[in-house]
């Protein structure tokens, strides 16, 4: 039995979403995924990975968990009817003119913004001829304004281009589109959660722009055979009946929305206490990380991780917990280097809060010198020459 269509919800057909509590495995991304929508002001998420490893499913799985939102009805900055913060120029004209705004209940978008797209088409456009000739700002609505109080999500993020990137991450961490043509002006909001996606194999972004997303996760294929089975089946199970799946599994579907709806609603009450701040800052000035975007994206993420758990202690493993999401893309690429940029800041991590782990680690580099000193000696050809014979 379908479920009946309450007064002022809208009724847009929606192809459904593989569920978010059924993806198997991939720990950190899903992890890193719900911290954003806890806190959208992490700054959003950078997922890396081969192909076929989940990541435009988990994201948008992931949208499926979002609450209804209060919207206006028939505005398409998904205003809201009571924050002035969170509308569009039309809705805000009204509502400071005194009039009380009609709301209607809609799905959070979630908008996936295509390679082949300008920047018109991201940002909206000003009809100028209209403008000049009725004395209206004629603003036709881009993504970022569908986008609005959602999720804007970019695959293959690392294809698009630089520049229109870069428009996107400027809105992302404004909260504010701004369009100007020929001395005509418009803003609106675009509060959103920034989510990209790529195959590092296809290329790179620029340090500059990996900055400015929070957090940064690499995933891989699956090799767990139990995960990868269960995966496996529960993909052939949807795919054969979308509904009877989603009905199966809703009941995991609601109790994780209210657990990041309860998360919300604990996050500002919950504090970072001094020495975990101090030793934030440490890392990410040890780990040479540029700028302070590093050290409030952990401070930001730790809370998140702390009000998804229902707590309100922050503590030294939580902070262990995200660091290295938060960090792994802001260090400084060497080539050259074995170690990749996860595995360095975990260490760093360890070695400042585990003594136990810096003594483990003193002795193995003694035991490594003591069996090179040993191989070289016993490689030594008997007679050989040892150099001049020192003075007595």
């Known amino acids: 039995m379908k479920k009946p269509i309450a007064a002022g919800e809208r009724t847009t057909k929606k192809q459904l979403a593989f569920p978010f509590v059924r993806i198997q495995g991939q720990e950190e991304m899903k992890l890193a995924l719900l911290l954003n929508v806890i806190d959208p002001n992490i700054g959003g998420v950078l997922i890396m990975g081969d192909r076929g490893t989940a990541k435009s499913v ?24 009571t924050d002035p913060k969170l509308m569009g ?16 209940k809609a799905r959070t978008p979630l908008i996936e913004l295509p390679l082949g797209a300008t920047e018109d088409r991201i940002c909206g456009t000003i009809d100028i001829e209209k403008a000049l000739t009725e004395g209206v700002k004629a603003f036709e609505p881009g993504l970022l304004a569908r986008a609005n109080r959602g999720i804007l999500y970019v695959d293959e993020v690392n294809l698009l281009d630089d520049g229109l990137v870069d428009v996107v991450l400027d809105s992302s961490a404004s909260g504010v589109n701004t369009v100007e043509r020929e001395g005509i002006s418009i803003a609106h909001p675009a509060k959103f959660i920034m989510i990209g996606s790529g195959n590092p194999a296809e290329g790179e972004l620029r340090p500059q722009l990996l900055d400015r997303f929070g957090m940064s996760v690499n995933v891989r294929t699956l090799m767990d055979v139990q995960q990868r089975t269960q995966l496996v089946l529960d993909r052939i199970a949807f795919a054969a009946d979308p509904d009877a799946f989603m009905e199966s599994v809703r009941p995991e579907q609601e109790a994780l929305t209210a657990k990041l709806v309860a998360a919300r609603e604990l996050l500002p009450k919950i504090k970072v206490p001094r020495p975990l701040q101090l030793l934030i800052s440490d890392m990410c000035s040890r780990l040479n990380v540029d700028g302070l975007r590093g050290d409030l994206v952990v401070n930001r993420a730790v809370k998140a991780l702390v009000a998804y758990e229902g707590r309100t ?9 995200v660091i290295s999401g938060c960090l792994n893309h802001r260090l400084r690429k060497d080539p050259l280097d074995p170690i990749d940029s996860g595995t360095k800041v975990a260490i760093l991590f360890k070695r400042l809060t585990d003594p136990e782990f810096v003594k483990r680690e003193e002795e193995a580099k003694k ?26």
Do not use: Y
């Not at 988990?58 to 205003?79: C, H, I, K, T, Y």
């Not at 069996?371 to 001049?388: I, P, R, T």
């Open 313 to 321: 202690q922050v503590t030294q493993e939580d902070v262990g917990r």
């Open 367 to 392: 035991k490594q010198e003591a069996a090179a000193a040993e191989a070289a000696k016993a490689n030594k050809k008997a007679g050989a020459w040892g150099g001049l014979p020192g003075r007595r």
């Open 89 to 104: 120029p039309d809705a805000l004209a009204r509502f400071r003119a005194g009039e009380k705004l009609p709301a209607i």
């Open 58 to 81: 988990a994201v948008r799985a992931v949208a499926d968990l979002l609450p209804q939102l209060d919207v206006v009805e028939g505005d398409p900055f998904n205003s809201s009817p």
